[in-house]
């Protein structure tokens, strides 16, 4: 299997399985390094990467304010954000852009340091130290409103969409919240399946807020089926769960509009993370928002 193949991390173990189930012949070079095929016809992939992944439109991805510049500059919609170098011009150009903001360090990916949804100045600030942890340049953006998406680009064509869903517990008339995060963070902890992939999340002031605001706290017992959010932004990283859509519940703009947005940064293999009311009618219609790539 592909873990006993000891591969480390989510995206390597996962190519390497679907090698083996479709029968494409592969080998480890070094590292996470893999190489698909053999002969002139082989490729080489190391997580994401692929042996045609430009240098440069890598590290531009990586920059969300370049990213973001470019994909502006090229008429493709994304949200108003500024750089801030201390707490006081955080709070300030969140008042400029207008409550809610979101928070984020300029060059982390997986959805690390992100804080969504900040409705007061309080917030920005917390936001602001915890991403400078991380960062030496923090984002302040306009939050925009939305279910969050990623359409996964290949060579030019979307392969596959998933919603993020925010990360949260659902009831089942019986347990309060609190136990039924307890019991859902020691599920992911030692599920075997893809679930171990999943982030645990802490009953912290984040997700006391959310409760507050749904009516609820951590002794509430929400009803059989009621989905309960604890988590304002949507990513993996602070405990959201990947839904896989069918492609053909996806409206054709927004297909069209995450390959170009990949083609405009010049990437064979891109996730464009798109935030939309609905993914089954177009952005033309509806707006939406490429929040990063």
Wanted: charged fraction near 25%; charge should be negative; proline fraction near 4%.
């Amino acid at each position: 299997s592909a873990e006993l193949a000891g591969f480390d991390g989510f995206n390597t173990g996962h190519f390497v399985k679907a090698a083996f189930e479709l029968g494409v012949p592969w080998r480890r070079l070094r590292g996470q390094l893999i190489q698909l095929g053999h002969g002139a016809n082989a490729r080489w992939l190391e997580s994401s990467w692929t042996d045609r992944t430009p240098v440069i439109a890598s590290g531009l991805a990586r920059n969300k304010q370049a990213a973001a510049t470019v994909l502006r500059m090229n008429g493709l919609p994304v949200p108003d954000h500024h750089l801030a170098a201390t707490a006081d011009e955080a709070s300030q150009q969140a008042r400029e852009l207008g409550y809610p903001v979101v928070v984020k360090p300029v060059d982390r990916d997986g959805g690390e340091g992100v804080r969504a949804g900040l409705e007061d100045d309080t917030a920005v600030r917390v936001a602001f130290e915890e991403a400078l942890k991380l960062s030496k340049r923090v984002l302040v953006e306009k939050h925009v409103p939305g279910r969050d998406y990623r359409l996964q680009v290949v060579d030019g064509q979307v392969h596959g969409v998933l919603e993020r869903v925010p990360g949260g517990v659902v009831g089942n008339g019986v347990d309060a919240v609190r136990v039924l995060l307890e019991r859902q963070n020691q599920e992911r902890r030692t599920a075997l399946d893809d679930r171990r992939y999943l982030y645990a999340m802490d009953f912290d002031d984040e997700a006391l807020k959310l409760l507050a605001g749904q009516g609820l706290d951590g002794d509430s017992v929400p009803a059989a089926g009621q989905a309960v959010r604890l988590r304002s932004a949507s990513n993996v990283a602070s405990g959201g769960i990947p839904v896989e859509l069918p492609l053909d519940r996806v409206h054709r703009d927004n297909l069209q509009l995450a390959v170009r947005a990949a083609r405009v940064l010049r990437l064979d293999v891109a996730g464009i993370d798109l935030l939309a009311p609905d993914i089954g009618r177009s952005w033309l219609e509806t707006g939406a928002h490429i929040c990063e790539v």
